[in-house]
Structure formats: structure tokens, C-alpha cells
């Protein structure tokens, strides 16, 4: 059954990507944006393009996208209000932006709107940042862009200067900063928050479960932190989570994504600069004096074994322990890859790349990956055993035709999500 999790089944397959922007929407899963590799260059996705994954067909369809089309970009953040995608900053060929757009998911024409905001002022350019969704507004955190000089405040360390980039009285660097975007409004924000903040980062995660967001590691400098954090929307007061358990080692560009009240944690680039999940072999010798054995003389022998860096976590925000979890892609390490909460707990993780992509540049991914983070409702154990085994069964090939039309049409639709790939 693990190997149905991983798709390649369809002839149309979204391109390589990492950077880009996914979610998730009833049963289909949507793709925006991103970059690859072509011949050591780097190369953004076509912008005027969307690409849809239907997760009970197995099956991608890709859409014109007409109307305002942002430019092609990385890095930006994206997320889903009220069936509408809605896209903040990310960096294109001429560096990070701090424009918003919007398309709507639900009429078939995915026309893509520039919002241009009534109130409030914009945050500065930015790329890798997060947000989260509360109230029909948008809260963005974090990331890392370009402000001026006068811009700069180091009285409240709310945006640490990356001293290799600058340039005359522009300065890049990393920020903390909170902004809400008001939808009905059109307005931006900038709420004053309580408590200590956490450090400024970008290439971090987060995740919201009721009136809470949560951030979870990132990058500052040449630190990747593993620390955790909460912001209360209805105080606006930070906090720390004080972890009663083993931690996960600190990360960048991985996922957080929220599962009933439990956050899942997976994939990123480590502290020494390795995709988690990434393969490492291990090698122990061991010397003995000469043993007879039967017809065999043994004086030297090694054992060599296959260990792994993970790596799936969930935190329980209760109870603030990290538990690592069992699961079938062991050996599928990504960073910059994107996570969607699906049903039934599911958490669909698409594209990314498989290597340090800073300094090698090739190992983006297209596969859409399923975790499954709870045990199943019956009717969905019994819909996919069916579609699995009914070409190998004929009694159930049989008995088909009997089922009530609505769950046939639900069986035959899963069917064709664990058909034989072509490629195979």
C-alpha cells in the first residue's frame, strides 16, 4: 500500500519545483510557482500556469491563469482563504517583492487579481517567509528581504542585517515582524505584539491550530534553530514552547503543518547543512582472533547498515512533547518542498528538492507524497481496499455493480488512483 502513496502514475506530471507555492482545496491539490534547474541555471516556473492534483484520481490537470499575472517567483508565501489563493512577496529576477495577489480556486477560470491595498503600509520586500489564516485575514511573519537604511531600527532588533549583502544606504537582512492582511478590507496592519518575540528568521514554518500560530525553527545568519514558538491572535502575546521531550535538530525550509492538535514537522535542511531523511550509511569493523568456524576461518568482518536522520515529528501542543513518527518515504529527504493539510489528517507534501541546493542545484522533486498522521475512518479503509484489489479479485469485480450508486461512483473514482503506472 506504501507504494500507491507515491504517484507517477499520470502521463501529465507538474514539473520539478522547489520554492514554489501548494494548497489544498476539497480533494484537489494546487501548484503554483516555483524554480528548477536547467543546465546549472536557475529557472522560475511560468507564472501564467497552475497545476491541479486531484488526490482521489491520482491524476494532474495544468490551467491557463489569465488577469494581473504576478511575475514568476520563489519564496513567496502562499494560502487559502475562501476557496481564493492569495500570494505575498517572494523573490523574481529583479529580487524580493511585496506585492499581493489573489486567484479564486473555485470558478473554473483562475484569473489572477493584483489587490492593491486601501489602508495601512506594505511590508518591505520579502522572500521565505510564513503565515497563518484567522478571521478572514492573513498574518505574515517573519523572512528575509531588502529595506533602506533609514528603515532600519537596531534599538529593537526586530530585523537583523545580513552584513554580505548591502549595497550604498539599502540593506538586506532578517526580520520578526508581524503584518496582518484584512481580506474585507484590503488594509495592512502591524499589530503590536506582547512578550519576547522570537529571534528574526526566514526559511521557517508555521502552522496555526484555533487562535494560535505556531513557528518552528528557521534560518538567521548561519543559525538553523529548532525552537518553537506561539503567537495568540487574541492577545497578540508571543511565547515560548518549552519542549518535555527530545527535540528535533535545529532546520531550515522545512514544513509545519497543523493535524487536529498536533503539528507535523518534516523534512528541511539540518544544522550541518543535510536534507533530513537523507540516506547515511554506517560502517562498524571488528577484529577478532582467528575462530574456527566449521569450514569458514574468520579474523576480520564488518557490519555496514543503513541509518536514517528521520524525519517526521509531531508535537502535541498540549502536552509539548515531540514524537517521531513511522512513515513510508524514508528515503525521500526535502527541503523547500511544500506541506497541505488533506482529509482524514493526511498531509499531502509536494516537489522540493532532494540535496543542498546551495551548493548543488539538481535534485528537485515532483512527486506528491501522503503521510498519514491518524488511523483512517472505516469507510475509508474499505473504499481503498477495494479500489486496490479489484482487478486481482474476482469476487469483488463480482459484487461491484451492487454497490449504491454514490459509493460506487466514490469507489470507481479511487480506483483510479492505484491504477498500474504507464511508466512501469
Known amino acids: 500500500m506504501d507504494a ?94 511585496n506585492e499581493i495577489y489573489c486567484v479564486n480556486l473555485t470558478d473554473g477560470q483562475y484569473m489572477w487579481k493584483k489587490i492593491m491595498h486601501e489602508m495601512g503600509s506594505a511590508p518591505s520586500p520579502r522572500d521565505k517567509l510564513s503565515c497563518w489564516v484567522y478571521n478572514e485575514r492573513i498574518i505574515y511573519f517573519g523572512g528575509y528581504g531588502r529595506k533602506l537604511l533609514t528603515n532600519v531600527d537596531n534599538s529593537n532588533r526586530s530585523f537583523i542585517v545580513d552584513e554580505a549583502s548591502w549595497m550604498e544606504d539599502v540593506f538586506w537582512g532578517w526580520n520578526n515582524e508581524v503584518h496582518i492582511f484584512d481580506t474585507k478590507k484590503a488594509s495592512w496592519i502591524e499589530p503590536q505584539t506582547h512578550g519576547r518575540a522570537p529571534a528574526p528568521r526566514a526559511a521557517h514554518a508555521s502552522a496555526a491550530i484555533g487562535c494560535r500560530g505556531y513557528v518552528c525553527g528557521g534560518r538567521v545568519m548561519e543559525t538553523r534553530t529548532n525552537d518553537v514558538h506561539c503567537l495568540d491572535f487574541q492577545t497578540w502575546t508571543w511565547s515560548e514552547i518549552i519542549p518535555a521531550s527530545t527535540s528535533p535538530v535545529g532546520r531550515s525550509w522545512h514544513t509545519l503543518t497543523a493535524v487536529s492538535d498536533a503539528l507535523f514537522l518534516f523534512g528541511g535542511l539540518s544544522v550541518d547543512c543535510k536534507p533530513m531523511s537523507e540516506k547515511v550509511y554506517s560502517c562498524l569493523h571488528f577484529y577478532s582472533p582467528l575462530v574456527n568456524l566449521g569450514s569458514f576461518i574468520v579474523c576480520f ?124
Open 301 to 424: 568482518w564488518s557490519i555496514t547498515w543503513l541509518s536514517q536522520s528521520g524525519d517526521g515529528w509531531l508535537l502535541d501542543v498540549g502536552t509539548k512533547k515531540w514524537r517521531e513518527i513511522e512513515h513510508p518515504f524514508k528515503n525521500k529527504p526535502r527541503l523547500w518542498h511544500t506541506a497541505s493539510a488533506g482529509k482524514d489528517s493526511d498531509v499531502v507534501v509536494f516537489g522540493g528538492s532532494c540535496d543542498y541546493i546551495l551548493l548543488v542545484d539538481t535534485g528537485h522533486c515532483n512527486d506528491a507524497l501522503v503521510f498519514q498522521t491518524q488511523p483512517y475512518p472505516l469507510f475509508r479503509i474499505c473504499e481503498d481496499y477495494i479500489a486496490m484489489n479489484l482487478t486481482n479479485c474476482e469476487t469483488l469485480r463480482y459484487q461491484l455493480p451492487l454497490l449504491p450508486p454514490k459509493l460506487l461512483t466514490a469507489v470507481q473514482t479511487r480506483m483510479t488512483f492505484y491504477r498500474p503506472s504507464k511508466k512501469e
Open 4 to 97: 500507491a502513496f507515491e504517484r507517477h502514475c499520470s502521463e501529465l506530471v507538474a514539473r520539478e519545483r522547489s520554492g514554489h507555492t501548494a494548497v489544498v482545496e476539497g480533494d484537489l491539490l494546487y501548484v503554483w510557482g516555483g524554480y528548477m534547474s536547467i543546465a546549472d541555471e536557475e529557472v522560475f516556473l511560468p507564472s501564467d500556469e497552475i497545476w491541479v492534483y486531484d488526490l482521489e484520481r491520482g491524476a494532474w490537470e495544468v490551467f491557463h491563469m489569465p488577469g494581473e499575472v504576478p511575475p514568476a517567483m520563489s519564496g513567496t508565501c502562499g494560502c487559502s482563504l475562501n476557496g481564493h489563493l492569495y500570494i505575498f512577496g517572494g523573490c523574481d529576477d529583479n529580487g524580493q517583492t
